[in-house]
């Protein structure tokens, strides 16, 4: 099953890398990784996107903890919570394109944040489901390319993952 | 680097390198030893070294016995261990000895030296990326940027490796750093909030765990490296005497247990003994104290969840519950607390009486099979019996250390102890070449004991050159080498599974170990027959003050018994040719 885990840790030069290390060394698979600092600079949030049984999560979740830069994990999935991602695609803006473009973009809530002679450049947030559901929705060979920053993730209303 | 608040020890601070603090830091720890080699990212640390009377260095061969060394230290005194090395190939040359610390969770820092600050990435002399090499092999390690955090990072270093489940901690330090000039404050205490081991077991939990023991009618007692480590051997064995339950302990585990006990049935596990295996298998309760269920332990974990039976499991790491092994009651702390704790609640039960009569039967009808018994020949030395002799020669009080292969399961199966502590082997990561080190660090722990270092001929040669290193220590280690002229363990699994086919593991070209011996001082012994092992050991042992390398040509063709093949259950045991005549009915 798909989960995505929060996760604060020291920000301090390596901790990423042992949690991608940790990932790898044991074989767990890593969908989307993303961290940045939080309002406290000593602070990093980090959010893993992670399939796995119900056994590899809760292995997951105790080999996390035990990442002595690790200060808290929490499974989101464990309750109500929001996903966001944010994604960047330039699309060719060219003949019947122009229009099209335009309207997918319109009827997926993005925005056009950059228009060239043949291409615009969409703007989209979303579950990572919608987003997946715009590239299946517009034609796949106007495409040309694609950025994703991988999920965030944060608990519904009173679920706060702080220190 | 560091946002936890630390106390100063004194308000009278004192100037001073980056080396002196380092050498400072180990004298606040109390450091007595630490075990190195010198290089150039160093020399600023050895020059303090020099020049201080607190600790004392120990000078190995190579860099990887510097390590087992340190950690040999830590596993006979408890003690953190510590250990010196330059940066390049002398932190590489580490990295052996610290996976194997790592995976018998041995405390251990590991100071390591790193080219000047402004050189890192830049593809200097001497310079590998310390760090990021130990890091899937250390329970943490720091790169060490500017004098002020020397201290605080040594502090934590020793925190981390002895709290909680213990491991080693590398400490990796510029060499411009060790030069330039901070005050020496060593923090008298740590605070981190992203660690913080549980050490007392809930208590609800242990409750339960005590309902659950005491209704058991087939109950079993498993314990591990964890117990050892943990220090709960007395606690452990005050409860298993209250209940009159069997134990078992694990290749990591044993000591952890007396040995000569009547409730002890021996090591379980790919090697164990036969009635240790089918009481884990067939028990209902079973109590798993610091042990982990590993692959060489309970074997297919399939065939081990087909039976079925409650499991009561205590570790003070929470990942190592319910990793191989769906558990029933996980009591995550401390295991002498928690033991202490049962105990306590075990001694105001009212009715304390366990139906173990039938259980003790069955266990003493698979005691019989005796499926430890070998084959003596008078005219060719069985390794078995060289352990045998050992035992009783040594009287059962050694420090026995091993390194990895048929001699180490020989000696786990045959030399009998009734101590924790005093059975050092890489057990782990199975590291051939540990033993000579391994040796060396118990010596230093306890230079009045008896240490043997039961070996192979493949093992002893991975770090032969520590010869010199006894030497110049004067270490009066007896070598008891079974030295059958091959890879015995290799031999074996080519025997069973590749049909005879010895693909490289005849060790040719051996040294005359007795010349080899000799060259460095020592005394060397060659024994042959049967009939002069005794003697021979008696004499090595008499020379108190002497090394003594004794090569003892063993059987070719030995092999370890029972034996649980890979992927087979702990029941589905291969029985010694005698052992397996007197099996009657099921397995």
């Not at chain 1, 996760?7 to 060394?25: D, P, T």
């Not at chain 1, 109500?80 to 019947?96: F, N, Q, S, Y």
């Not at chain 2, 060790?178 to 208590?203: N, Q």
């Not at chain 2, 259950?569 to 009657?584: A, C, F, I, Q, T």
Request: net charge neutral; aromatic share 8%; glycine share 8%.
């Amino acid at each position: 099953m798909r989960h995505i885990i929060s996760l604060l840790m020291e920000n301090e030069a390596g901790a990423l890398s042992r949690v991608a290390g940790l990932f790898s060394a044991r074989g767990y698979n890593i969908e989307s990784l993303t961290v940045a600092v939080t309002e406290d600079p000593t602070l990093s949030r980090m959010t893993i996107v992670t399939t796995g049984s119900d056994d590899v999560i809760e292995q997951i979740i105790k080999q996390l903890n035990k990442l002595i830069d690790v200060v808290k994990v929490l499974d989101l999935n464990d309750g109500k919570h929001i996903e966001r991602e944010l994604m960047l695609v330039k699309v060719k803006a060219t003949g019947v394109y122009k229009d099209e473009m335009k309207r997918m973009c319109d009827i997926f809530r993005g925005r056009i944040i950059d228009v060239a002679d043949n291409s615009y450049t969409i703007e989209l947030t979303g579950s990572c489901s919608k987003l997946d559901a715009f590239i299946e929705a517009i034609d796949r060979s106007a495409i040309l390319e694609t950025v994703r920053t991988g999920a965030s993730g944060i608990g519904r209303g009173d679920r706060i993952l702080k220190v | 680097m560091d946002s936890s608040a630390h106390s100063a020890t004194d308000s009278h601070t004192k100037s001073m390198t980056g080396a002196d603090i380092v050498i400072n830091c180990l004298n606040e720890e109390k450091v007595k030893f630490v075990f190195g080699y010198p290089g150039g990212a160093v020399l600023h640390i050895y020059d303090a070294l020099y020049k201080q009377n607190g600790f004392k260095h120990i000078l190995v061969r190579h860099e990887q016995a510097a390590v087992h060394a340190a950690d040999a230290y830590s596993r006979a005194t408890g003690d953190v261990g510590v250990a010196l090395v330059t940066s390049g190939p002398g932190a590489t040359n580490a990295v052996t000895g610290i996976a194997t610390a790592y995976m018998d969770s041995i405390p251990l820092v590991v100071i390591s030296g790193q080219v000047p600050v402004p050189a890192i990435g830049m593809d200097a002399f001497q310079e590998v990326d310390m760090v990021g090499i130990t890091r899937p092999c250390v329970k943490h390690n720091f790169l060490v940027k500017h004098v002020k955090d020397i201290a605080p990072t040594i502090k934590k270093a020793f925190f981390i490796a002895k709290t909680g489940r213990p491991g080693p901690v590398v400490v990796d330090i510029p060499k411009d750093i060790t030069a330039h000039i901070a005050d020496f404050i060593y923090p008298k205490t740590v605070e981190m909030r992203s660690y913080s081991p549980i050490l007392k077991g809930h208590s609800g939990q242990i409750k339960k765990a005590v309902k659950l023991l005491l209704g058991a009618k087939r109950p079993m007692i498993y314990t591990g490296g964890g117990l050892v480590l943990g220090n709960g051997s007395a606690e452990l064995v005050r409860l298993a005497k209250a209940l009159n339950f069997p134990v078992t302990n694990t290749l990591m585990g044993l000591g952890g247990y007396p040995a000569t006990d009547k409730q002890f049935v021996g090591m379980l596990g790919m090697h164990g003994s036969y009635e240790a295996n089918m009481a884990m298998q067939h028990c209902d309760v079973l109590l798993a104290v610091g042990a982990r269920f590993d692959d060489r332990v309970i074997g297919n974990p399939k065939h081990f969840s087909g039976q079925k039976r409650t499991i009561i499991h205590i570790d003070v790491d929470p990942s190592s519950i319910s990793k191989r092994v769906k558990v029933d009651v996980p009591i995550v702390g401390d295991v002498q607390s928690v033991l202490a704790d049962m105990v306590e609640i075990l001694a105001q039960e009212e009715n304390k009486t366990t139906d173990t009569a039938d259980w003790w039967d069955q266990i003493n009808e698979w005691r019989g099979v005796q499926s430890l018994d070998y084959t003596y020949s008078d005219t060719v030395i069985k390794p078995q019996y060289v352990v045998q002799k050992l035992w009783e020669v040594t009287n059962g009080e050694a420090y026995v250390t091993s390194d990895v292969g048929q001699h180490q399961m020989w000696a786990a199966q045959y030399y009998k102890f009734d101590k924790p502590r005093r059975w050092i082997n890489s057990g782990g990561l199975g590291t051939m070449g540990v033993g000579l080190p391994y040796a060396m660090g118990c010596q230093f722990a306890d230079k009045h004991a008896q240490v043997a270092c039961i070996t192979g001929e493949g093992s002893i040669q991975m770090n032969i050159q520590e010869l010199s290193t006894c030497a110049q220590y004067g270490l009066p280690i007896k070598v008891i080498l079974l030295n059958n002229r091959y890879l015995g363990m290799v031999r074996q699994w080519q025997e069973f599974f590749y049909e005879n086919r010895y693909s490289e593991s005849y060790m040719d070209s051996l040294p005359d170990f007795v010349k080899l011996a000799e060259s460095y001082g020592h005394i060397g012994m060659q024994i042959t027959n049967p009939a002069d092992v005794e003697g021979a050991l008696k004499e090595a042992f008499a020379r108190k003050d002497k090394f003594v390398f004794m090569d003892f040509l063993t059987d070719q063709a030995e092999n370890v018994f029972p034996m649980v093949e890979n992927g087979k259950g702990l029941s589905e045991m291969v029985l010694s040719p005698l052992s397996g005549s007197r099996l009657k009915g099921e397995q």
